[in-house]
């Protein structure tokens, strides 16, 4: 008796290590295969800053174009805030990603200025809207030029409407509209107190007013002293908002730099702390408004954010020494690391040509979010569509100009 149950428990064990031998080689063909799988898709930094990137950019944007109409598909519930802004912001990005591409290779600026096109249609849908209507007691375009600010919207409705314009966008609505967004936005500006408006009541962001000031920007280019210009971010910007850009970024400067960090601060008031996410947005909207600020940004994001998750993957913690929690503006950290944050930053590696930077943060996104193209397209398995936006306008990001402008 005592021998069968000895036989018995040998032979258990055994079967429990064959079984655990089993899992433990299946585990090791997965970890091989996701890490050959990492190098088939990793992205080429070296050929994104030359321009010999175009193959893959466009897969990039002709995904967005196939899903565009998912915008407002996303992790939270349809009729929630952050549903709207994730929406919005999805469309906005697109939009700037394909006038970035636009710009960086002229054949492709048909498809690119129909997809803007199609991002600006359903940006003013009431639907996408509504989020911002809701908060604010009316609407954002219909009430542009009353007292209420609509910030969160219509700063990235203005960037839309500025991309397709200098693509050459010739829909006679969205030419009639465009002037009137950004005249609003600048009025509204040019009387804010402490040169910061309100996304909604009681509730202001300097990453969002820098969204709106990259808007007005662009839509100097071409335009006055300003027409043979681009929007490089040289300091030397002159245009019919000239003076509202210098005297906006006089005061963000002086009131709004983090004096631990040098960098911009999440809000006045009580937010009126460095979290990466905000400045890493803030300095990728301002490589459109004056590029050299925007460099410094990026050098004092990477000195004093940089990590390198469980020693391998470059990326920006959300707070210095990546200590705190993160939010639905930082996304889910990551032993403190933010995905929002290292995603904005992928512009100030691409318009410095930091090449080993550009090249580490588009490795960590891969890793992140797994790579897959398909049929021409191209896209991140494990990230909602806003993920895939915002990757493909900042990892393009550059100057617009007046080339298309007829």
């Not at 905000?278 to 909207?285: F, I, K, R, S």
């Amino acid at each position: 008796m005592i021998d069968r149950v000895k036989l018995t428990i040998s032979g258990r064990l055994r079967q429990a290590r064959n079984v655990a031998g089993r899992l433990l080689l299946v585990v090791g063909v997965l970890l091989l295969a996701r890490v050959l799988w990492h190098f088939v898709q990793r992205d080429d930094a070296q050929a994104i800053v030359d321009g010999r990137a175009e193959g893959d950019l466009v897969a990039r944007r002709d995904f967005l174009a196939a899903h565009v109409e998912d915008a407002s598909s996303s992790l939270a519930g349809k009729d929630d805030q952050f549903a709207g802004e994730w929406s919005l912001v999805t469309l906005s990005m697109t939009a700037l990603g394909a006038a970035n591409v636009g710009f960086e290779y002229s054949s492709t600026v048909p498809a690119d200025l129909e997809l803007v096109d199609r991002c600006a249609e359903i940006a003013r849908r009431p639907s996408v809207r509504a989020f911002d209507a809701k908060r604010w007691g009316d609407d954002p375009i219909d009430a542009m030029n009353g007292p209420n600010s609509h910030l969160g919207y219509l700063g990235h409705l203005a960037l839309i409407l500025e991309a397709n314009r200098l693509l050459g966008g010739r829909d006679a609505e969205l030419a009639a509209l465009e002037p009137k967004v950004v005249a609003a936005l600048a009025d509204k500006l040019r009387a804010a107190p402490a040169a910061l408006l309100p996304t909604y009541p009681n509730e202001t962001y300097v990453a969002d007013n820098a969204v709106a000031l990259a808007a007005i920007a662009l839509a100097d280019v071409g335009r006055g002293a300003h027409a043979s210009g681009n929007a490089s971010g040289d300091a030397r910007h002159a245009g019919p908002h000239a003076a509202l850009i210098e005297s906006t970024l006089t005061t963000w400067r002086k009131t709004l730099i983090d004096a631990d960090t040098g960098v911009f601060v999440f809000g006045p008031g009580d937010r009126a702390k460095a979290r990466a996410s905000g400045a890493a947005l803030t300095a990728m909207m301002l490589g459109y408004v004056d590029e050299p600020l925007a460099l410094d940004q990026g050098k004092a994001l990477a000195l004093h954010f940089d990590t390198h998750v469980l020693g391998l993957f470059d990326a920006l913690c959300e707070n210095v020494g990546c200590s705190g929690a993160g939010d639905v503006d930082s996304g889910p950290l990551v032993f403190g690391a933010s995905p929002s944050a290292t995603g904005f930053a992928l512009a100030l590696a691409k318009r410095s040509r930091d090449v080993v930077r550009l090249g580490d943060d588009l490795a960590t996104a891969e890793w992140a979010g797994l790579g897959f193209s398909l049929g021409g397209r191209r896209r991140y398995v494990l990230a909602p569509l806003v993920g895939d936006a915002v990757v493909l306008a900042a990892m393009s990001a550059r100057a617009w100009d007046v080339r298309y402008l007829k």
